[in-house]
């Protein structure tokens, strides 16, 4: 007999069986097939511990180089970590990560990230017959395009998904949190300058009042470090990422310089704590991570008393 949908339909999760989990009860307000959706998503997201995503006020402040350092980082420290690229208009990770040009897999359980050095990392730019094509899509279209990564995507088991979001507060930032729900929390990347400060507190405040913790706040583009002397140029005025960040009581992450590395390691496909991994612009970034790998840490106590005695 089918069921109506009005009634309240209470079943355990495929992944976690636990009777009170969201997706285990059949809301009054959605059709079998909204049902049956819901259930994918939440099973796949339930085998996601930590989910974080990396916003900015505005473009070119950093933010994907962020996102693909973050990600790294935490890979390269042995976490099992995904990398999703929901900047349909722009998406700049295969170019980062030197994967431009690769096309995805499928399986019977849907699509297949690509796999590099076990970073697993999923891109519109991969779907893209063409890298140049422009994305013309209206709202409906991006929210079902970032439901489809995050729910026919195979990512398995995960300490992290790290997601590079668009700039601004517009329908994809939107679209991810609504739809993860369960965000450990946002990064907020920002140059040092007020007039990329005040759009990086409209990233707060969207946060704030979709109830998603902000982590903290990177300030990227922070002085030139000359690489033949040292010495520090404030080529951008500096100090106002900080700044803005304990006018908002939310946490200082840490100042990244610009460092020609930076784009260098970008231009050429490899994360830049990879390609200078002994710079001191990477340890900056590395202390930028720590807080992030925090998130784990009862995790790892655990791994640890669970694992056999050496
Ligand atoms: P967004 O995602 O905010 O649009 P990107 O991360 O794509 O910004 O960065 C824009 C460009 O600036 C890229 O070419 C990147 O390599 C470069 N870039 C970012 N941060 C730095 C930095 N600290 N020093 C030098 N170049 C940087």
Redesign the pocket.
Known sequence: MQKNPSQSDKTSCDSCGRSDCSAAEHRKDESAEEFAERRKLQSRLCRIRHKVVVL?G???????????NLASALSAAGKRVGLLDV?IH?P?IPT?LGLEGIRVGACEEGLLPIDLHGLKVMSLGFLLPNPDDAVIWRGPMKMGVIKQFLKDVVWGDLDYLII?SP?GTGDEPLSVCQLIGSLDGAVV?TTPQKVAAVDVRKSINFCRQLKVPVLGVVE???GFVCPKCGEVTQILRSGGGRRMADDMHVPFLGA????????????IGLAYVRYCAASP?AELMHAIVEPIMALDKPFDALRASMSPPG
Request: proline share 9%; no cysteine.
């Open positions: 900015s505005k473009g070119g402040v950093g933010k994907s180089t962020v996102a693909v900047d722009g700049s980062m590079d700039p990347v990227n583009m922070s990244i310089p610009i460092d020609p590395g930076i784009a260098e390691s970008g231009d612009t």
